[in-house]
């Protein structure tokens, strides 16, 4: 799945093409593409059509398109989302036929003579909703935590969180009602460059310890974001195609049985939450069990007077 960077990409990508013009019809070729819209394809289309974008914002792995009077169109890319500018493989005006793209959900047709842009969605996780009132943030997503290019986002007040919880640091780096953006991917990177093994316990480290590994969080994503994202295959592009290539600077992610670039010992795999977690077993020391406390037997009667 797309995450921080990736998304920050697209949304990069979108201003310059849809800031300023005015909607003069969607076209909503899948229903499953706008399943969020409680009213249906229908609706979707009635009411933003003739709205003009005004900017696009970003929220960790959410984007969404501002729209005048208030309003907003909000967008998730899910696993293989892209918005895509022009592509030109379909002809919804009329004219001459062309083959549509299989993944093509929706268009966006604008009033001028500038480009269409498409709404493509291989696995269908995807989809977007219209948000009366979210040009600021839509109130479905108001409950994400701040992201670390986030201006407004607090190392201080992210790390007392963290400390606050009783679960693992990978967890809490996940979970996007704590810090949003962070993936499977950035997550584990973060955490080769701060040195933290994926199962310490956020109970168990100290203040400087998570401030080091949310530093490396938002450093690790201001560089992939540099390069255009992570790309694995061609479900993430950006809105012209183009792939990013941060895959190249990975250190830990996907690098099972390749040397730790810091100290030479394989990288490991292990499964978790239904993933994979990738880690340097030197550099990153599992956290040691707690003694299991001793099996006692039932007291004997002389035991039990005395």
């Not at 895959?247 to 993933?275: H, K, Q, S, W």
Request: overall charge positive; glycine content about 10%.
């Amino acid at each position: 799945m797309p995450e921080l960077p990736e998304v920050e990409s697209v949304r990069r990508g979108l201003v310059g093409h849809v800031t300023g013009r005015r909607i003069a019809d969607v076209q909503v070729l899948s229903d499953r593409a706008v399943r969020r819209h409680v009213g249906g394809a229908v609706d979707f289309r009635a009411v933003t059509a003739g709205r003009r974008v005004t900017g696009v914002d970003r929220r960790g792995k959410y984007l969404w398109w501002v729209l005048d009077d208030g309003d907003a169109i909000l967008c998730h890319l899910g696993m293989s989302g892209q918005f895509r500018i022009g592509s030109g493989q379909v002809d919804l005006h009329g004219g001459d036929p062309a083959p549509r793209h299989p993944h093509l959900r929706v268009r966006f047709v604008f009033d001028d003579d500038g480009p269409d842009v498409d709404f493509l969605d291989q696995r269908t996780f995807g989809g977007m909703a219209f948000a009366p009132g979210g040009a600021d943030l839509p109130a479905a997503i108001a409950h994400i935590a701040r992201d670390p290019m986030d201006p407004d986002w607090s190392a201080a007040a992210t790390a007392a969180v963290i400390r606050g919880k009783r679960t693992d640091i990978k967890r809490a780096l996940l979970d996007q009602t704590v810090i949003s953006g962070i993936g499977n991917i950035y997550a584990d990177e973060a955490l080769w460059r701060a040195r933290l093994h994926y199962a310490r316990r956020t109970d168990s480290l100290t203040r400087p310890a998570v401030l080091a590994v949310l530093a490396a969080a938002r450093e690790v994503m201001a560089e992939a974001l540099e390069v255009g994202g992570t790309s694995f295959d061609s479900l993430y592009v950006n809105v012209n195609g183009e792939s990013g290539y941060f895959d190249r600077a990975l250190n830990a992610y996907g690098r099972e049985g390749e040397p730790c670039p810091r100290c030479g010992t394989a990288i490991v795999r292990d499964a978790f939450m239904n993933r994979s977690s990738f880690f340097c077993r030197r550099c990153q020391p599992a956290p040691r069990r707690p003694a299991a406390a001793p099996v006692r037997g039932p007291r004997s009667p002389a035991a039990r007077r005395s």
